[in-house]
């Protein structure tokens, strides 16, 4: 293979992989909405209501399933809410009531829900968590960036020929790889952490290979993390027969940690990124 030159590669970085379901996953929204949409509607009836503390307190004794709410209101994925103030402090279930409707009442006011629904400001509970549970799975999207590129990597992947838990396998620990095939990958000690385990491994007549994928739109202390951490992978690796590893990476959050990203490609011969991958690199590299 030809001499790469780092600043080159590095130019070819994409900002984004994004595709039209990385922003909002409205699948996963409409199916928390609809878990609770029973009971939002059931708490509907305090909206605009002129006694709204005896009207939750009727109604989380009649229907205490209801509770179970209050926390998606706050945008909280949790049973349990702790509170503290000069009142003393207090960690309320919503899962299974632990004090009395009263103080449930008292953590409707302080919070800001009975204000928020006594004065109309919405018009239904269903349409409000709706917003709410879209605004919390846009947390969401750091995780479907990675998944992004694992798909991006496997598809070209499946276009050079390989089958699924076949010639190809996603996620394997490395005590899997030496069970299947007999390799000793002791060697590879992932900095003393937990057994290092591959996003992908094929296994050709020539060797086997096991492939690392990322992403990375934005900087951080974890992109140096990562090419320390995969530059001292590659060298425990190069110390094994019939073993290869290889890393794809890509995204501008590199711009940031190019030094460290430079020094592993140094030293690393199967380092690549999508443009790589575009250019046919698997079917030379298999």
Request: aromatic share 14%.
């Amino acid at each position: 293979m030809a001499i790469r030159n780092f600043n080159e590669w590095l130019s070819k970085f994409r900002s984004s992989i994004a595709n039209y379901g990385y922003y909002i996953d409205f699948d996963k929204v409409y199916r928390n909405v609809n878990d609770i949409k029973v009971e939002l509607n059931i708490l509907n009836s305090l909206i605009g209501s002129t006694d709204i503390e005896n009207d939750f307190k009727n109604i989380i004794t009649k229907y205490p399933e209801t509770l179970k709410c209050i926390p998606i209101l706050l945008a909280v994925r949790a049973n349990e809410i702790y509170a503290i103030d000069g009142d003393g402090e207090f960690s309320y279930n919503f899962k299974k009531a632990k004090y009395s409707p009263e103080q449930y009442a008292v953590f409707m006011r302080k919070t800001g829900l009975f204000e928020l629904l006594e004065k109309h400001i919405i018009h239904t509970l269903v349409d409000y968590v709706t917003g709410v549970e879209t605004g919390l799975d846009s947390n969401g999207r750091k995780n479907r960036g990675g998944h992004l590129m694992e798909d991006l990597v496997e598809s070209y992947i499946v276009k050079a020929g390989f089958e699924k838990n076949k010639t190809y396998f996603k996620e394997m620990y490395i005590h899997e790889i030496t069970e299947k095939w007999g390799i000793d990958l002791s060697a590879i000690s992932n900095s003393g952490k937990m057994e290092k385990r591959f996003d992908f491994v094929i296994k050709t007549d020539k060797a086997i290979y096991g492939i690392e994928t990322n992403f990375y739109a934005s900087g951080g202390s974890k992109l140096n993390e990562t090419a320390r951490s995969y530059k001292q992978i590659a060298q425990e690796v190069a110390t094994i027969n019939g073993f290869e590893f290889v890393w794809f990476t890509d995204g501008s959050g590199w711009t940031s940690a190019r030094h460290n990203l430079e020094e592993t490609f140094d030293v690393m011969e199967h380092i690549y990124s999508i443009d790589d991958l575009e250019k046919g690199i698997l079917s030379e590299l298999l």
